[in-house]
């Protein structure tokens, strides 16, 4: 957390000079009573992201063993969503299923 303050105010507060401007007319100045809590705020963001890739780490372990299944279980999916969607296609156009037959309906020429 910083303070914007004009730069001939600068020494009137007791801080940290974190940046400045392009014009170096405003300095973004941490006063000294919030270092301490921007610090524990920190070190906070810092424990959580470790937490983050500790439990991340645990579930992965926990699903590695269950790989083949799940790829399984994914391409079975991957099957069912493709034979819905056809089964939607063919609702939507008023599709008909085709009638096979083993014989010659059309005998197409080469002249």
């Given amino acids: 957390m910083v303070i914007p303050l004009a730069a001939e105010h600068k020494r009137k507060v007791k801080g940290f000079i974190q940046d400045e401007s392009a014009t170096g007319q405003t300095v973004y100045l941490e006063p000294v009573e919030v270092f ?8 906070l963001g810092y424990a959580e992201r470790r937490e983050i890739v500790r439990i991340l780490t ?9 790989v083949p299944n799940l790829r399984r279980a994914y391409t079975f999916l991957g099957l069912i969503d493709f034979v819905r969607a056809k089964a939607k ?3 939507r156009t008023d599709a008909v299923l085709p009638i096979f ?3 010659t309906l059309l005998l197409l020429s080469s002249r």
């Fill in 58 to 66: 645990q579930l992965t372990d926990r699903l590695r063993p269950h």
């Fill in 89 to 91: 296609l063919a609702l």
């Fill in 36 to 43: 301490d809590l921007n610090n524990e705020i920190t070190e």
């Fill in 101 to 103: 037959v083993k014989q």
